[in-house]
């Protein structure tokens, strides 16, 4: 996943992809030893920590994208989207229950979260 996807999904779940004022006064940010860790956003004009953020590679990351997905109804279009996916060896992997593999294939939260970015680009 590349800073594009993590900034489309950040932004799709209401929240400010931060990045740095780099106009930001040593006042705001307490000391320069502070400044190491701490930039005043230049999006939203609030202080946050440089390495905060959604990786989109964590479970809570994975269940924050599916919750948004069932709010806004896009679920089933989503599941359609990735039945209809070639790569990463899902259709090869199907053994006598479909449904027990692909949940399977898409209960890894890098995986998960990648198909939703490339779900939510094909959808622009």
Do not use: S
Request: proline share 3%; with cysteine.
């Amino acid at each position: 996943m590349n800073d594009n996807d993590r900034k489309r999904l950040t932004e799709w779940l209401g929240e400010c992809w931060h990045e740095e004022d780099a106009n930001a006064t040593a006042q705001q940010i307490r000391d320069q030893r502070d400044r190491a860790i701490w930039a005043i956003c230049a999006n939203c004009g609030e202080p946050f920590l440089k390495q905060q953020g959604h990786t989109f590679t964590t479970p809570d990351d994975m269940m924050a994208c599916k919750d948004r997905l069932v709010e806004l109804g896009r679920w089933e279009g989503f599941i359609e989207y990735c039945l209809d996916q070639d790569g990463d060896d899902f259709h090869k992997d199907i053994t006598v229950n479909p449904w027990f593999d692909i949940i399977k294939w898409l209960i890894n939260p890098e995986r998960f979260c990648q198909l939703v970015a490339d779900f939510l680009k094909e959808g622009e």
